[in-house]
């Protein structure tokens, strides 16, 4: 990142908000689940399946985890009355897990039955290190009780591959074992990940390999265009339907390859966040683009953000 980009990234909270949403809206679908809706439209149209997201995480108050399973109640209502290709995806700490494993896993639960009476799905996020051990529990629980629950491995951790070998075994309905794989955004010492940025893409691709062999449906959450063009080279080498793998991308990100990847017949589905948090999650996305100047600056001039 050039000196002028990492000034405008430190400058970024002393910038008022209407500002930085002009930045933002291309990340974020907006404030309301109707904005969600929208979004998720306007991706099924253009081929695209989404997972939607309610903004906010490590809540400290068991009503603040019940809010959140009511706000995603009411979203998975929305997925059904407008018939949209869609499901969700949760953080843990979201649904108390700070609190205690076994409320949050009982607030998960309560999604997970409800997802499961509509024929719809539930990921479970993955956070940072802290985390791990109680959402792998929390996940495992819930597959082998209803099935429709997936959950996420980041290939920077050094454990992945071991955690990749303890997934469960596949039920034999319609919900097979489902883990997106991420290369991982939190900050962890060097004791539990690996750092190197080549050592992290040969992680993930190690993680990718291990969980197709072992039959597991794979969302491929990536937008570093080296790692989708391996893993498509993998998919074909191993020969794996179309219908057993998915790309998984981020709102606002990479649009142009993402459109490729849908040209070309892969499935690929947008993470779509919501809320009224969308400011500080903001602010954290546009601190990971490297091409948060441009954005900003162009904002600042009045101009439309350029899609990509």
């Not at 790692?227 to 057993?244: F, I, N, Q, S, W």
Request: glycine share 8%; charged share 25%; hydrophobic share 45%.
């Amino acid at each position: 990142m050039s000196v002028f980009s990492s000034l405008v990234v430190r400058t970024l909270p002393l910038m008022p908000k209407a500002l930085v949403w002009r930045v933002a809206r291309r990340y974020v679908a907006g404030p309301s689940l109707a904005d969600a809706v929208a979004t998720v439209k306007r991706l099924n149209g253009e081929g695209a399946m989404a997972t939607v997201d309610v903004l906010g995480e490590e809540v400290s108050e068991r009503s603040k985890a019940e809010e959140a399973l009511g706000q995603y109640l009411r979203v998975l209502e929305a997925i059904a009355a407008e018939k949209l290709d869609a499901n969700v995806s949760i953080k843990p700490t979201m649904f108390g897990l700070k609190i205690e494993e076994a409320f949050c896993a009982d607030e998960i639960e309560q999604l997970v039955q409800a997802a499961h009476r509509q024929q719809t799905f539930v990921r479970i996020d993955m956070e940072d290190r802290t985390t791990t051990d109680a959402t792998l529990r929390i996940y495992r629980q819930l597959y082998e009780q209803y099935g429709n629950v997936g959950v996420v491995l980041q290939a920077y951790m050094r454990r992945t591959l071991a955690d990749v070998a303890a997934l469960p075994g596949p039920r034999g309905d319609r919900w097979p074992v489902n883990v997106r794989i991420c290369k991982g955004i939190y900050v962890e010492p060097r004791e539990v990940a690996w750092k190197g940025f080549e050592t992290v893409r040969a992680s993930y691709l190690a993680a990718l390999e291990k969980l197709v062999t072992q039959g597991v449906y794979v969302g491929i959450a990536t937008h570093d265009e080296y790692l989708v063009a391996a893993a498509v080279a993998l998919l074909d080498r191993h020969r794996v339907p179309r219908e057993r793998y998915e790309f998984q991308m981020l709102l606002g990100v990479e649009d142009g390859l993402r459109r490729i990847l849908v040209a070309g017949g892969h499935r690929l589905r947008v993470y779509v966040p919501f809320g009224e948090d969308w400011y500080l999650y903001s602010l954290r996305r546009l601190r990971e683009n490297p091409a948060i100047a441009g954005h900003v600056t162009r904002a600042v001039l009045g101009l439309q953000p350029r899609t990509g």
